[in-house]
Antibody, heavy 122, light 108 residues
Framework: QVQLVESGGGVVQPGGSLRLSCAAS????????MHWVRQTPGKGLEWVSF????????DYANSVKGRFTISRDDSKNTLFLQMNSLRSDDAGVYYC???????????????WGQGTLVAVSS | DIQMTQSPSSLSASVGDRVTITCRAS??????LNWYQHKPGKAPKLLIY???NLQSGVPSRFSGSGSGTDFTLTISSLQPEDFATYYC??????????FGQGTKLEIK
């Protein structure tokens, strides 16, 4: 069965860095585009970043562009999110999600991990 | 940027009720709209994709409709396990995505 397991969250001071990981199993990771989505306190879900199945294209929300970097290691079936210059509004639960592409612009997230908690506090 | 607005933000209902949640896009997104269910401490779960397609394994009491800017998620007969927060998500901005702010469905 498909499993996505995030790790790497924790408490970090403003301006600090964290590297999140998402270990994937049960599907062909190297054939799948992957995303990071976060849920910030008191708010809903916010899309953060995307990496194409072959790693050749990445995209970011404006709120994290220039500070976060998404990457993947297909040999280890693992997705990463390097988060630098962290701010208080980056705090929340970070989920990795596997995408499915349909016809046209149809794109949805059929599997999600359970999330890893990031806290930004001095 | 596309904005997604859900209504209501919260809703109280009873087991057996029929419930409808609305999602409005700030511009036409054709049928590029997905719905998710999210329970605290759990992974979000895909319910409906491309506005009206039921994801495999999702009970048939869930249905979606709409196109352009206005969409609805309907639960025909609420079950105890359906109390959760529901989100719409557009994929017109692919690969970026915008979610609605969520609708919290609570037990009356």
């Amino acid at each position: 069965q498909v499993q996505l397991v995030e790790s790497g969250g924790g408490v970090v001071q403003p301006g600090g860095s964290l590297r999140l990981s998402c270990a994937a199993s049960g599907f062909s990771f190297s054939d799948s585009g992957m995303h990071w989505v976060r849920q910030t306190p008191g708010k809903g879900l916010e899309w953060v970043s995307f990496i194409r199945f072959d790693g050749t294209y990445q995209d970011y929300a404006n709120s994290v562009k220039g500070r976060f970097t998404i990457s993947r290691d297909d040999s280890k079936n693992t997705l990463f999110l390097q988060m630098n210059s962290l701010r208080s509004d980056d705090a929340g639960v970070y989920y990795c999600a596997k995408e499915v592409l349909g016809s046209g612009l149809t794109r949805f997230f059929d599997y999600w991990g359970q999330g890893t908690l990031v806290a930004v506090s001095s | 940027d596309i904005q997604m607005t859900q209504s209501p933000s919260s809703l109280s209902a009873s087991v057996g009720d029929r419930v409808t949640i609305t999602c409005r896009a700030s511009q036409s997104i054709r049928n590029y709209l997905n719905w998710y269910q999210h329970k605290p401490g759990k992974a979000p779960k895909l319910l409906i994709y491309a506005a009206s397609n039921l994801q495999s394994g999702v009970p048939s009491r869930f249905s979606g409709s709409g196109s352009g800017t206005d969409f609805t998620l309907t639960i025909s007969s609420l079950q105890p396990e359906d109390f959760a927060t529901y989100y719409c998500q557009e994929s017109y901005s692919s690969p970026q995505a915008t979610f609605g702010q969520g609708t919290k469905l609570e037990i009356k």
